[in-house]
């Protein structure tokens, strides 16, 4: 059978690639394993925290001024387990019709306002902490 959504020849890049391209590879993907009867939101956001979590313990046990992740050979799934992140990420955005790009813009702009320059510049401390 042929897969609906091939992948191109064209090596894709972030300078190159929208997040359309990506989420319609990601649906493309799915649909041609007819994957979509176990993708519902919740299971997708389970997917996201558990690729995450996979991201996450390539550096458990580091240290901060250690080599970061602690095991040389754990470098390339760094990029592995991001991609799993986004795939997920982008599948949830998709079965929820979030235009991901908007809401990110939005995010940032309320971010911006929540964290003027200024009073936050070098902090660490939450807005609410920041007494803003
Ligand atoms: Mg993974």
Not at 8 to 28: I, K, M, N, W, Y
Not at 60 to 71: E, H, I, R, T
Not at 109 to 129: M, T, V, W
């Amino acid at each position: 059978m042929q897969p609906k959504t091939p992948a191109t020849d064209t090596p894709l890049s972030d300078e190159t690639t929208t997040l359309a391209t990506l989420r319609d590879r990601v649906r493309g993907f799915s649909d041609d394993r007819e994957w979509g009867r176990y993708h519902s939101p919740r299971n997708l956001a389970m997917a996201l925290s558990v690729e995450a979590s996979e991201l996450l313990e390539l550096f458990l046990w580091a240290s901060d001024d250690g080599p970061q992740p602690p095991v040389p050979d754990r470098g390339p799934k760094v990029a592995d387990e991001a991609a799993d992140v986004l795939h997920c990420l982008l599948s949830l955005c998709d079965s929820m019709d979030i235009d991901l790009a908007a809401a990110f813009e939005d995010k940032m702009r309320r971010n911006a306002i929540k964290y003027p320059i200024e009073q936050s510049r070098g902090r660490l401390e939450k807005s609410d902490e920041l007494g803003l």
